[in-house]
């Protein structure tokens, strides 16, 4: 399945990762901004979700980065090498891959993690999801940009 998508929906799959995150393996998320509010989110949830087997990772600016960082412990975000920081950042994306057949998720979006991006502004995306061909290859394909990125 592959549709339009908006920050609400990236809101909404980052709800489904801190609900349930023993379902997900991984989430990547990158992003070249991120809110005060959202980096406590996103820090909570990686701590969590490490607990149960689900590595977070965060693609980012030194921008992004300087915002998880105050939420999180030094040791975690270095041990664990959980943030890439890249100058000239601008892509915006999401994936949770499931421990499920066909239900992982990728969003491709212009919605920064931050409070606009995800609630106020008017966000436009592409969202995919592995039950059809194209949304498997969609997501193999921006898998393959996030590694070559976190390289």
Request: aromatic share 4%; hydrophobic share 45%; with cysteine.
């Amino acid at each position: 399945m592959i549709t339009i998508s908006t920050g609400g929906d990236v809101q909404g799959l980052l709800a489904r990762v801190r609900q349930a995150p023993e379902a997900f393996s991984a989430l990547i998320v990158c992003t070249p901004f991120i809110g005060a509010a959202e980096g406590r989110d996103l820090a909570s949830l990686m701590m969590h979700a490490d607990r149960v087997g689900c590595g977070v990772h965060l693609i980012t600016t030194v921008t992004g980065a300087k915002v998880l960082k105050a939420a999180l412990s030094r040791s975690m975000v270095m041990a664990n090498k959980r943030v890439k920081v890249l100058r000239n950042l601008h892509a915006k994306f999401y994936i949770a891959i499931s421990r499920r057949a066909r239900s992982s998720e990728v969003i491709v979006t212009s919605a920064n993690l931050t409070r606009g991006g995800l609630r106020c502004n008017r966000e436009l995306g592409i969202r995919a999801k592995n039950n059809s061909d194209e949304g498997a290859q969609l997501i193999h394909k921006v898998m393959q940009f996030a590694q070559q990125l976190a390289a």
